[in-house]
């Protein structure tokens, strides 16, 4: 493709680099400790499958932020596999299943018939501004969730092997647990407004507005001259709201 | 019998629009209005959204942490409006502990990761507006 259609001809635009994250969407809030099992089977088929990045979803993460505890428990997970398992040291461990193969084949298709009906329906600009592809993702979800709600698909401690919520214990005091960062953050983005010169502010915003009034103008040098005085993103963000409006905030128009 | 007219939205810079587009969905599904006030809303924005469309029920989506300090604000003002608008929470961030703390505070009803989704809509159904005056 990128040879094809888009003309490459440096070998490196030609190299499929893949860093990627483990499914955020397969953790459950149920019985977190299962969500760490998870994290390690989907990580194992990422090395199987040969990416060059891997991030493992946090046991927590449906509940909280992730905190350092379980975020060391993905980092462990991934030196497990590197350190304790030979699968990194081969270039593709499942050597060419059939099986495999012909599951990439048949989504390699369904990639191909996607990005063609894209393609047909015109401008991918237009389309991203009208919400097709929010639509698209959206009604994902919500197929994912009449699956799981139908039992069609089945989700550990979810809709099948559940326990009652007093049972579901372990793990619970690491998943609920709240360290109120936003607090200190108030606090401390509080005090230092109160700290800064506020002519030099008022004058920086103000260039900014008067540049983003201009729809030709480029924003970036008032933008960093705003920040070299000490103004701070939210204060951005509030000039170009007010001038742009919000529309990247809505939904789909 | 009127149809049923529910706010949907989410609060603060809470971005994790999916549970309350399926939500929405489920809604809809059943038959009832919504008037889905999207994302990045503060609390008087919702407050606003649902006395301009004459809303029943507001329903707010969390999937942070931040709706706890929203939660209280919204609240407030619906009192300070006199309004009886019920409002429920739903989310997978919420704790059986959250859960009596906002039940606490006068929301009318929550629903946490363990909801079976297919009990939402009845549940939203049986809310007696006049019955739910938030605290």
Request: with cysteine; hydrophobic share 45%.
């Amino acid at each position: 493709m990128m040879c094809d259609e888009f003309g490459a001809n440096d070998p490196r635009s030609l190299a499929v680099v893949i860093a990627s994250h483990t499914s955020g969407r397969a953790l459950t809030a149920q019985q977190p400790v299962n969500n760490v099992v998870r994290g390690a089977v989907q990580a194992m088929a990422l090395v199987m499958a040969g990416v060059q990045a891997i991030e493992i979803s946090a046991f927590d993460e449906a509940y909280r932020i992730p905190s350092a505890e379980a975020h060391l428990v993905g980092l462990r997970t991934q030196q497990i596999l590197e350190l304790e398992t030979d699968v990194a040291d081969t270039l593709d461990p499942l050597g060419g299943s059939f099986l495999i193969e012909r599951m990439t084949d048949e989504l390699e298709r369904g990639i191909r018939e996607l990005v063609a009906e894209i393609e047909n329906r015109g401008d991918p600009g237009a389309q991203c501004d009208a919400g097709v592809f929010s639509r698209m993702f959206a009604d994902a979800m919500i197929r994912s969730d009449r699956d799981l709600s139908s039992g069609r698909n089945k989700q550990v401690g979810v809709n099948v092997h559940r326990v009652a919520p007093e049972e579901d214990r372990l793990l619970r005091e690491v998943v609920e647990s709240r360290d109120c960062e936003w607090r200190y953050r108030i606090d401390r983005t509080t005090q230092y407004k109160r700290e800064r010169p506020a002519d030099v502010i008022d004058s920086a915003l103000q260039a900014l507005g008067i540049a983003a009034s201009d729809r030709a103008c480029n924003l970036m040098p008032p933008i960093i001259d705003a920040m070299a005085r000490g103004v701070t993103v939210g204060e951005i963000a509030d000039v170009l709201r007010a001038s742009y409006g919000a529309r990247f905030a809505g939904g789909p128009k | 019998m009127t149809q049923l007219r529910v706010v949907i939205g989410l609060l603060g810079l809470d971005q994790h629009e999916i549970g309350a587009r399926i939500v929405a969905a489920l809604l809809r599904d059943a038959g009832v209005e919504v008037i889905y006030a999207g994302k990045f809303n503060t609390p008087e924005a919702l407050v606003n959204v649902s006395v301009q469309e004459g809303a029943d029920i507001i329903g707010i989506s969390a999937h942070s942490w931040e709706y706890l300090a929203h939660i209280p604000d919204l609240l407030a003002r619906l009192r300070k409006a006199e309004l009886a608008t019920p409002v429920v929470v739903g989310g997978s961030v919420i704790t059986p502990t959250d859960q009596q703390t906002l039940l606490g505070w006068g929301v009318a009803d929550v629903f946490g990761p363990d909801t079976d989704s297919s009990t939402i809509v009845p549940r939203i159904r049986a809310l007696n507006p006049s019955s739910s005056f938030p605290r």
